[in-house]
């Protein structure tokens, strides 16, 4: 079933609700892990695919491209992570690692 526009900004919404009272995180497995619990207070349907799945994407920094339906998900060898609104092309979310370590791009990463 698909979503209309308003339900899938809701629950965007609600996963960015989710998103900021989550502790930071200190690798990726485990930002991924925090993805999939806010994706699954979203919507039943959203999910988080997993860091070894084919469209996953390596940098030389250690950072990954995981693909999402309209975000790109975008995490750090730090834990620290940002989520890209594909359409609008700007981050819908970024957090810092556990270690205070900033959100980076990596570099060579496009949309």
Known sequence: MS????EVAAALERMLGKLKTLP???SKEDVVQALREAAASAHPDWTVPSL?????????????RVVLNAHLL?????????IIDVR???IFHECPSASGDPFKIPEGFRI
């Open 74 to 82: 975008l995490i750090n060898p730090s834990g620290a992570y940002g």
């Open 88 to 90: 609008k092309e700007k």
């Open 3 to 6: 979503l209309s526009e308003t």
């Open 52 to 64: 070894a799945h084919e469209m996953t994407k390596s940098y030389d920094d250690g950072s990954v």
């Open 24 to 26: 930071a995180c200190s």
